[in-house]
């Protein structure tokens, strides 16, 4: 069975977690602290990034966005729809999710990482204004959720649970469409919610 590589809080392990899931991959699941820089993670992925799949065969596959393409493929396409137009937004949505907690997890490093003095809070501030812009658009216009899902709603599941985990109550005020949409979703889809960031 291939093994995921993964930390319970990580947004990008947590997109990969419900996409398994919502494909029906059997997956094995091996919780991995990356600032310990384990053997394994680091054999499986030279970067020591996770989350990482690796196969029965032994390779890996790395990053987020690679897994769910070939999760993808294994399902016969029960992440991204077959039409070109719905994929691209499915692509395009999962990209926006990832690239907030991008943001996000810089803010976190720089603040774990260095004494406090050293805290850059222009640095701060102009990665918050990043996820604000994002997160007002999606706000506006909150993405469906019909019977069927794709990575892409997977992937804002994911970062709405990691904001919620690092920044709760910093995020939510005047979002009440994007935090509706959050709790819809753990309605329609509660098998999913166990791998919600936390």
């Known amino acids: 069975m291939p093994k995921l ?20 991959i059997a997956i094995d699941l091996v919780p991995v602290k990356t600032e310990e820089k384990p053997a394994e993670l680091i054999g499986a992925n030279p970067l020591g990034k996770i989350p990482v799949l690796v196969l029965d065969d032994g390779r890996s596959i790395y990053d987020s966005r690679a897994i769910t393409q070939h999760l993808n493929r294994l399902s016969k396409n029960a992440l991204f729809p077959r039409n070109p137009d719905k994929r691209l937004e499915a692509e395009v949505l999962e ?45 506006a216009n909150p993405p469906k959720l019909p019977k069927k899902i794709t990575a892409g709603q997977m992937a804002l599941r994911a970062t709405l649970g990691y904001l919620a985990l690092r920044f709760a109550g910093k995020w939510e005020k005047g979002r009440g469409r994007l935090t ?16 919600v960031p936390g």
């Open 5 to 24: 590589l993964y930390a319970s809080t990580s947004p990008y392990s947590s997109k990969v977690r419900m996409a398994a899931l919502y494909a029906g």
């Open 95 to 139: 990209a926006l999710a990832d690239g907030i907690c991008d943001c996000a997890l810089s803010m976190v490093y720089e603040r774990r990482t260095r004494p406090e003095e050293m805290v850059y809070q222009p640095w701060l501030d102009r990665q918050w204004a990043k996820i604000t812009t994002a997160l007002d658009l999606l706000n």
């Open 180 to 195: 509706r949409w959050a709790a819809r979703f753990d309605e329609k889809f509660p098998e999913l919610k166990p791998a």
